[in-house]
């Protein structure tokens, strides 16, 4: 099923307050991707670079501050996510639109996205054109969601909500042409008191799935939580799970090795 851009951008408006506190995934997520890119990537060279829905900013403060030097391009599918840019990052040019659709700079050295790809249709593509804007040597850094990801959501649906395996990331960077560093993925589980609670943090993070879009009475809400409480096998008074399996990626554009100031990674670890 197609992602309708607009109907996501406004998901996110609706609440973007909410999205710094209710976002604890997302934030991590992040973290850990900016943490990767200075334990593989530590003499990383960057001039250009471009971040992919940018959103409150919890990868940019990040990348930013680790890359101060450097021509900025943010991306975002909302225009509130432009606002908060601090003046101190002078060096920087935004890109409002679908980043799936929208054209790219060229010659950059890392292009960055975190929590932002699962909303592409095809992710094939989106390699294949990052693979052609970038500078040899360029970084790849980005996270996704991958399969297992909202599983308890998915087993209510007639048809299932649908991620890539973490591997597939890997295998559509490697078939654009990129050299994987790390392909890493987990499990985080969130827990909530009722099913009201875990609709306010799908909706504060931008999610309006189709698992909930018939519950529209408080009749409703009860039958779909008795619903995920069965499926869960879950007693009566317990705390509801919601999983997340993120997944993050480092890949490089390779000259004719690879270059000197990354680190190879071990095995891949997949979720």
């Given amino acids: 099923m197609a992602t309708d851009s607009q109907r996501v951008a406004q998901a996110f408006e609706r609440h973007y307050a909410q999205y710094d506190t209710d976002a604890v995934v997302q934030r991590h997520v992040a973290a850990r991707l900016d943490e990767a ?3 593989f990537c530590p003499g990383l060279s960057v001039r250009r670079a471009l971040e ?16 101060p030097e450097a021509d900025w391009w943010f991306n975002d599918l909302s225009p509130a996510a432009f606002d908060w840019i601090p003046a101190d990052l002078s060096r920087v040019q935004t890109l409002p639109g679908d980043a799936e659709h929208l054209p790219y700079p060229d010659g950059l050295d890392l292009i960055a996205a975190a929590s932002a790809l699962q909303w592409f249709d095809n992710l094939g593509a989106f390699f294949s054109k990052a693979f052609r804007v970038m500078n040899p040597g360029g970084l790849l850094a980005v996270a996704s969601f991958a399969a297992g990801h909202f599983r308890e959501l998915s087993a209510l649906q007639p048809t299932p909500l649908r991620y890539p395996e973490a591997h597939a990331l890997a295998d559509w960077a490697e078939h654009a042409g990129f050299r994987v560093l ?19 943090h799908l909706r504060c993070t931008g999610v309006n799935g189709r698992s909930t879009a018939a519950i529209r009475t408080p009749a409703q809400l009860r039958r779909f939580e008795e619903l995920y409480r069965e499926q869960s096998r879950l007693p009566a008074d317990g705390h509801l799970p919601l999983s997340y399996c993120p ?5 490089f554009k390779p000259e004719h090795t690879a270059p000197a100031n990354f680190v190879t990674a071990p095995p891949p670890d997949f979720c």
């Fill in 182 to 200: 790390l392909c890493e993925g987990w499990t985080e589980t969130l827990l909530f008191p009722t099913m009201r609670a875990l609709l306010h």
């Fill in 247 to 251: 997944v993050i990626l480092l890949a």
């Fill in 37 to 39: 890119i200075g334990r």
């Fill in 52 to 67: 992919i829905g940018i959103g409150t900013g919890f990868l940019t403060r990040l990348i930013a501050q680790r890359y």
